[in-house]
């Protein structure tokens, strides 16, 4: 779907696995969104690993074998995840992709064989993420292993994003990498932008909204892949690195609000895995990062700095943590 008019384009796309919308408001917004769709498009040719060929899915094959050299990005990413895993000491991890595979939440009804889920986990170990920065090469020292960018691959190429709308003459932006919202600038109108944040168990619903500029505004949340098990157990796409299993951390959402992409992402997933316990410590490592928690009783959570940027809908209170 392509929206034009004077300087002014919206666009609707399926890529990097969701849907991804477009609102380029200033001076050549058509070429800009161009610049932004083949932007895209590249990162998943390289960080997909559902795609044969992709830098990911070579380096997964190649996994116990042989390093596979690497593109700057995709050594980038790794990197930073890394880096992610040590912050959060193991709760952010790369190399679930065998647990993942293991529960494939999309197409599942039941939970895998405890068996299953401790075979997966004991491939499951960061440190076996070997990177060589001298020749850009990333090996994974034991066969089987895989990585999984999905908790951080949107927040990256939102980074890249925002990079080239600096670089264009455009004003103002916006773009929703499926639940990953990137603005830039204000409002054409000169207003600031609102972020929607959902209420968690009802689809159409909102729990509040924040007002920011520049900004990447990235949700993590249960409803978005689960499945119910026999005992009525929701079982979603966020996992603890301990147990192998959907975490049950006591959050249903976190919103990690962040000037960094890579950072929001990364932070929104860890938080949810780790819980609100650990959530301030980890925020204030990160200046210019804050968050909204919904737990399991639909209790809101704010970190202090985003307090009079976040607006509650109405007949809800607000705790701030
Ligand atoms: P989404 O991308 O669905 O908006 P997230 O950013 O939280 O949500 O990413 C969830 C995805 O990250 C999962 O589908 C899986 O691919 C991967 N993942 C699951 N658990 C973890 C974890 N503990 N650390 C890092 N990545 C994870
Ligand atoms: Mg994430």
Sequence with gaps: MVLSKNDAVEYCCFAMNTEITFGIYGDKSGKTLKSLISLINGLEEKLSRFITGSEIDRINKASG???VKVSRETFEILSVSRKFNKITH???NILLGTVTDTWDIKNSRDIP???EIERALNLAC????VL???VQTVWLRKEGQSIDLGGIGKGYAGDRCMEILKRSKIKSAVINLGGNVCVYGRKPDGSLWRVGIRHPRHENELIGFIEVMDRHVVTSGDYERYFD???GIRRHHIMNPITGCPSESGLISVTVISDNGIAADALATSIFAMGMGKCTDLIARFP???AVLVDENL????TKGIKDSFNLIDGKSVNII
Excluded: A, M, Q, T
């Excluded at 960061?126 to 993420?129: G, H, K, N, Q, S």
């Excluded at 209790?299 to 704010?302: A, D």
């Design 126 to 129: 960061c440190d076996d993420l």
């Design 288 to 290: 210019g990062s804050e």
């Design 132 to 134: 060589n920065p001298v």
């Design 65 to 67: 074998k042989f390093p």
């Design 90 to 92: 193991g709760s952010f």
């Design 299 to 302: 209790g809101i959570h704010v």
């Design 229 to 231: 098990d026999r005992d």
């Design 113 to 115: 064989e405890e068996s």
